[in-house]
């Protein structure tokens, strides 16, 4: 399955911003997608996925109320909202998926770059 994570862009500190991970492949409805980030010197890091079927959400413990993962299973879209958005949150944000959220992610968009200014 093929990814493009898309939505990334300069906002102030405190605004909001939605990142939209989507594909055109037809299985795309059976992968659970994770959503990760990658600030500029800084290991990759995950914050939430959603189920497959969407009814199941996770987050790290590090990003609970400020994120929210949604996913529009007929527009094969998934969604990560951000909120109070803070400088630290500037990196390049990335999509990954799962088969039947199992195993590792095997798939992984291109990444969109957020950047925070104070």
């Known amino acids: 399955v093929q990814l493009q994570a898309f939505g990334g862009g300069l906002v102030q500190a405190g605004e909001s911003l939605t990142l939209s991970c989507t594909s055109s492949?037809?299985?795309?409805?059976?992968?659970?997608i994770g959503w990760f980030r990658q600030a500029p010197g800084k290991e990759r890091e995950f914050i939430g996925t959603i189920s497959w079927n969407a009814d199941k959400t996770y987050y790290a413990d590090s990003e609970k109320g400020r994120y929210t993962i949604s996913r529009d299973i007929a527009k094969n879209t998934v969604y990560l909202q951000m909120n109070s958005l803070k400088p630290e949150d500037t990196a390049v944000y990335y999509c990954a998926a799962r088969k039947w959220d199992v195993g590792d992610y095997d798939f992984w968009g291109q990444g969109t770059l957020v950047t925070v200014s104070s």
């Open positions: 492949g037809r299985t795309y409805g059976t992968y659970g």
